[in-house]
């Protein structure tokens, strides 16, 4: 599915399921249709927290550290559900999100899960696993259908111990994604639903480039840990308000600022460790 284009730069492309091919580049995700009568460049304008649809953590080291990790990147598209490494188990990847959004979730032996994290594109959801030998409890799955660039675990982490930069930077974006956790894990014990619920799909927001969170009912209920009765009540609530339109697997969100002043206090704490990644 996968081929190397005769370049000094990384880009690599696969012929989509609908017949597209879709280039990746790094720096810019471009969609090419196959008659050649449309190219759109994706990093085009400002995503919402002012970087391009690529990896952040890619794009802030020297280049001539991209270079040396260039040879061993790979292209891969990541649909909804894609499992990026299990409870217990050394992940076989490391994978630098260029679009959608992973979750991170907790699960208890009865099966009830609640989200205590989201990955999109400022890192990789593997950075823990670098710090040691445990793998650690969590398990971590596309929620929001996207793209990556993937690169073996052993391969990484060889470079993880013999490069300083590249050691610095995945130690910081590690120490951001436990703040995270810590964070999240908080909110959801101490906050109401209403409050958790805008503050997650502000979240969202931040890390997409579309107002419309293409999610289902039931999905939206296991990332925030309620019942979906309970999400029901919530989002009829932000909607009325006019806040948010809430249908069968999307949401879209129409008051940005209404919705910040309806999020809990973790809202702008979360958001300031997200600008301030790699400052």
Known sequence: MFA?????QLCVRYRGTE???????????IFANTGGSHLRTYCKGPAPLGFSLSNLLIETLPPA???????????????????????E????????ITSGMASIVATMSNGDAVEVGVISREGMPEALHLLGPANGSTRCF???????????FKAFEQHFHRDETVRRLVLRYAQYQSQML??????????????RLARWL???HDRLDSPDIPLTQEFLAYMIGTRRSTL???????????????RRGDVRILDRESLESTACECYPITRRLFQELYK
């Open 4 to 8: 190397r284009l005769p370049s000094k």
């Open 19 to 29: 017949g597209e091919i879709k280039f990746v580049v790094l720096h810019a995700i």
């Open 65 to 87: 550290v991209r270079a040396v990790l260039f040879p061993y990147l790979e292209a891969v598209p990541l649909p909804v559900g894609t499992v990026l490494y299990e409870p």
């Open 89 to 96: 188990d050394a992940p076989r990847h490391v994978h630098f």
């Open 142 to 152: 596309m929620q929001i259908a996207g793209t990556g660039l993937r690169m073996e």
């Open 182 to 195: 810590s964070q999240l894990a908080a909110c959801n014990r101490l906050h109401e639903g209403e409050e």
């Open 202 to 204: 502000l979240m969202v």
């Open 232 to 246: 029901t009540l919530m989002a009829g609530i932000l909607q009325r308000s006019g806040l948010i339109q809430y």
